[in-house]
């Protein structure tokens, strides 16, 4: 039998590898015979199953999963998809064959040859010729294999990638998202000179210190005579620092010696690297034979920064830097987990417009030009290790069986990314409890790399004060607000708290992001957080087969929608049976990256201008970021009036230090007219950023001028009845659907899985029984009584129509009992006629928000296509609400439709579905639009929280039971 096979290193977690080279941080991609395409495959149903005469083809990279074989994604949260305890797996496990051709370049003769597999999940056997090379396991990392003794230079090979899906490392790679199977990165094969680097290690302090570290070894002898490294820093030659030099050419007992050698230098002025100014120098190791020949070489990018703890806090280059991050997993609807070098790009070019600095590599290191990009677009990162076990998290974290695969995963993780400046921090993991398995992986990591600090929320999970285990940060996620901030005030903190998950993204979500951050920035001792998560992970999957379309979907979808006959799919969306549903969709970005409403609420949150209003002395505007100052950014002044339009002028940014306020000039003088008046800066950049053209909005900070004057209501005309039907349900002609009281909305992710929308449909708020009890006119006025009965009680209406000049003017009351304890929303819905496309309105936007959502959108005028206001949320749900709302108008293109002004800013929402439309489908491509317009005017709504995951919503933005009051007036245009 194979003797990897016989192994069966799928049931041992002892076996962390056979065959393969220390991992490194040599970078070998340059000049390497990248051996992506198409690779013969055949997919077992077992690793030990015979193999079959018939092939088929598969990509690398990418899974199987995706690529029309009959194993399908699936999705589980915390359980694993099988029953097997660890170590075990099960004995049905697709296991993968791929196999083909390689013509070893003939110019490779004498050289050292290595395959470097990017990534396979979640066990690799390597064979060559039918010889046995190598195991490895760890999926999100390289594994490289010397091919030396294997290859012929000049020859045809024929390598195969055998890959079994599940195995006892499947127990520690228990992450949140799809199970898939295959080859996610690049395959390659390199030469290098048998004399070559086999490690670099750069460390480059604030202060222009720079010590390069190199690792060399001679493949298959001792090193010889007189070799030597130097450096090249941005054109200044390094000289090599001999002392350190190792070698021992006399020992002929060792066949492959190492040698090490150090350069060092002090780069005067040196221009430091951080998230806002990621400054990186060019440096070029070369390895050198005596007579000066160059026989290796490795390029980096240095960035030098400090990251430091000092007592609380975390410091980079001494500064205290807020953490603005995210949690981001390498996601693509179309490949799976397969992320080029466009998208990873693409992705990190969308955080720094929103106001992102830090990512946190949910739950694995992620594809390595992740980090080249972080270093060279300026993000902080937390990098993690590939453990989370978190369905048998208490029997593996002690478990001696495992603990090679702990310390392995995190050292591998180091000595592959410990080069890169972006990186502050490293994370042994997520969600796999706390065991002596980590203390021994973060003692490997401390030894080898005493400049970053560790964190480890399991470590920390018990007591945030502690200072003995195996985090230097306490990292807790999804805690309440008022928990850090009591935490910080408690005199007991003794390091860092910066929450490693925080503001669960799941549907319509991320309520009291701005409360979360207002309490950041006022309390010493907090930093910041990683919101959960990036991505709605939905696969693109055709619906009449339910099968993934695949690599070639590009253009099947389109600002987060996909294309007819297609849709983003979730759990149990392939026919799996054991899935967690639409937990897999809690992202700030759709599948395709278009980006939720969160985001622009982020971007304000994060904003790096802001403004005060001093009465007397006119606008103070702050530099709020930590290193730069305000010369890279443009900016005009915005003057709304309720009654007037908007002004602009052009604006004269202050130079300013961080930190540091100035105050300016009031921009315009304010009309006598009396109305409410808001002054906005809208920040943009100067010039092309590496991730944003000139011209891209940073920030719209806005200062309210004056507040609206308190309104009465406009008169009535005499001798008019408002007309109203037997049931005292308003007649309107732009009117389908008369306005009656709302309670409910359709649950969002947060309302289901917090427990609010079950009681919801407990007391019948869906479905609530409207009889009307009295209709009276007198005084030109109609007042309509109706109670509204359901499992917790009468809702009692009123509803008092009077006719005013143009239109209709409505006084409505509505007294919730006390049983009503938490409603979603308390006021009016009605239909309009088909036709009206387009809202326009005062207030604030133009994107979605909620009570608690509410922070960035400007009060303005706005104007939006009634189709383009419904954000499109994977599982339908409550959509497309505008927070502080005073007027708006539905108008038809030949300009007729109607306007309703409202007593107070209130949340309104105009779209396309009933409430109940919403909750009947499971998929954004299931709902059938209505012609009319649906539009809600709250006269209060309550806040969307995170309870999908994490706090509910605070008590303020809850909906009391009593007496609420509303008012509004409706013309015809
Ligand atoms: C955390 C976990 C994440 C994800 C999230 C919920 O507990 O670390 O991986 O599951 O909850 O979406
Ligand atoms: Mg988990």
Redesign the pocket.
Known sequence: MDPLLALRPWQAPEVTSWGRLPMNAVDRRAGALKLDGDWRFQLLPAPDAPLADVWSSAYVPGVWTMQGTDDLPQYT??RMPFAEFPPASPPADPTGVYEREVDVPADWSGRRIVLQVGAAESVLLVHVDGRPVGVSKDSRLAAEFDLSAVVSPGERAVVRLTVVKWSDASHIED???WWHGGITRSVLLYATDPLYLADVTVRAGRYGDLRVDCRVREAGGALPEGWYVSGELAGHLLTQDTEFDRANAEDDRVSDFLGEARLLTTVADVRTWNAETPELYDLTVRLHRADGTVTDASHHRVGFRDVEIDGRDLLVNGERVFIRGV?RHDFHPLTGRTVSYDDLRGDLALLKRFGFNAIRT??YPNDPTLYDLADELGFYVVDEADI?S?DHAHEIADDPRYLNAFVDRVARMVLRDKNHPSIIIWSLG??SDYGANHDAAAGWARRHDPTRPIQY?GAAKLDWAATDDASDIACP??APIEDCVAHALSGRQTRPLIQ??YS?A?GNSNGTLADHWAAIESTPGLQGGFI??FWDHGILQHVNDARPVGRGGAGLYDNGVAAPGHRWAYGGDFGETIHDGA?IA?GVVFPDRTPKPVMSEHREIAAPVRLECLRHEGIVVGNHQHFRGLDWLAAEWRLSLADGGTLTAPAELPALRPGETAAVPLPFELPEDGGEAWLTLHVTTAGDEPWAPRGTVVCVPQVRLRAAAPQSPPPPVRNRFVEVDGDGLLVHPLLTSAPTLSLWRAPTDNDELGGMAVNWRAWGLDALEREVVDIRRSDGRVTVAAEYAGAAGVVRHTQVFTAVEGGIHIEESAELPDALTDVARVGSVFETVPGLDLMEWYGQGPWESYPDRSFGPPVGHHSVPVDELFTPYLRPQESGGRHGVRRFTLSAPDATGLTVALDEPRQVSVTRYRAEDLTSVAHHDELVPRSGCVVHLDAAHRGLGTA??GPDTSPSYLVAPGIHRWSWTLRAL
């Open positions: 949260n915390v992450q949140d998202q949690n949910s739950h989370e978190h997520n969600e929320e996620m999804y490693c998950e669960h799941m959960w998560e937990f809690d999908s995951c």
